[in-house]
């Protein structure tokens, strides 16, 4: 590829993290080109939740007005008990998250997050139908191969395709590994459980083996809940697979009403085996790099994952906005650099919580809420109150 020709990023992946990076490149002033395998723009029906230090760079792309309108600030996040729904703690969130960390706590519909990344996109920069086979890296840029013999070059790629990444192939041959668990997802009309919506609130039911989260999404008009389950084998990776409300109500049996109550109004659900990978010793080559789960897939046990992807664009955008053709190496080691550390804790400790939230009733157990229903806000200045582009400011490579 000329050195001379203005610097052109290639995202292979059109999902969150791929549409964040692309807003956030066009934003710095940069040509982007996502190449996406669908053959249209969309997202599964899932609810997601958005930590401050996520929505505050969202707000600074542009989006907080369709964000504001399509998000719930829910008002608390408690942990209850799976028996008796007795309140194990409390951390609020609403206006006293917003204040202490300058940004909200928002609970929102993937899809509705997807169509306001969409939307501030200018037509023509995402391609769809084009999946890429393989990628070859040259010391001036890289050749992206599609499916359908086509080709595209760019002077650095970006790997934002997810847990089964092809981008990741060039760097480490790891595989995803199932985690025994797997998750029944579903969407609920909030006029079917009244009483859990009076308040809006992030739920979050512990018990022997499994967990229950929901929260309100769609402005309130829809709950979102996520079921946990222990599996056998190793499932399927895909989190549209369509699964079974019985399935679901026999798993959760014996729990307080206020869960059963939840899966009673589904009418369907889709079923998602749990995988991650371990952290990576490098993301990147002079000219290629990875982003979101391609880069660190984690379990969703501490509702990260997209807040951790939407953290790397903004990264990842600012370090390639000054840089010409010919630093894109040092920029892609600045981007690594800061993220990987952050986001190596953030999957290891997702990981913890897979058994730290199903700790069978008994000593253990009762230790584990004693200390988390301790108020203690300060504990997550570490993870909402952190400001990724001012921390790159400072940031040098090591």
Request: glycine share 10%; net charge negative; with cysteine.
């Amino acid at each position: 590829m000329r050195k001379d020709t203005p610097p052109r990023i290639a995202v292979v992946g059109g999902g969150l993290a791929g549409l964040t990076l692309a807003l956030a490149l066009h934003r710095a002033g940069l040509e982007c080109q996502v190449y996406e395998q669908a053959p249209r723009l969309g997202e599964v029906g899932a609810g997601l939740q958005l930590s401050p230090s996520a929505t505050r760079l969202l707000h600074r792309l542009g989006l907080e007005p369709a964000l504001r309108s399509s998000a719930v600030a829910p008002a608390a996040m408690e942990f209850r008990r799976w028996a008796d729904s007795s309140v194990i703690s409390r951390g609020l969130l609403g206006e006293h998250c917003e204040k202490r960390y300058g940004a909200p706590y928002y609970a929102m519909h993937r899809a509705d997050l997807h169509r306001a990344l969409v939307d501030a996109l200018p037509a023509g920069v995402v391609r769809l139908d084009a999946r890429c086979t393989g990628v070859e890296e040259g010391p001036d840029g890289v050749v992206l191969r599609f499916a359908d013999g086509s080709h595209a070059e760019a002077h650095a790629a970006v790997g934002a395709d997810g847990i089964h990444s092809v981008l990741r192939r060039t760097l480490v041959a790891d595989r995803p590994r199932f985690s025994g668990q797997s998750v029944y997802r579903g969407l609920v009309d909030s006029g079917r459980i009244p009483a859990l919506v009076a308040e809006p609130r992030v739920l979050l039911w512990l018990g022997p083996g499994r967990h229950f989260v929901c929260y309100p999404v769609s402005g309130g008009r829809l709950v979102n809940f996520v079921a946990t389950v222990p599996t056998s084998g190793s499932g399927d990776e895909s989190w549209s697979r369509q699964g079974r409300v019985a399935d679901v109500a026999a798993a959760y049996e014996g729990w307080c009403e206020d869960v059963t109550s939840v899966i009673g109004a589904a009418d369907e659900v889709s079923l998602w085996a749990l995988h991650d990978r371990d952290p990576i010793e490098r993301w990147s080559t002079g000219r290629i790099t990875l982003l979101g789960d391609s880069a660190h897939p984690m379990l969703p046990f501490m509702g990260q994952g997209a807040n951790q992807a939407i953290e790397d664009a903004a990264a990842l955008a600012a370090c390639l906005r000054d840089a010409v053709a010919g630093e894109f190496p040092a920029a892609l080691r600045r981007y690594e650099s800061l993220r990987r550390p952050r986001t190596t804790l953030v999957q290891e400790r997702s990981r913890g919580n897979s058994t730290a939230f199903h700790l069978p009733d008994g000593e253990a157990q009762r230790e584990r809420d004693a200390a988390m229903g301790t108020p203690a806000p300060e504990r997550q200045d570490w993870l909402h109150g952190y400001d990724v582009e001012n921390s790159l400011a400072s940031h040098q490579p090591a």
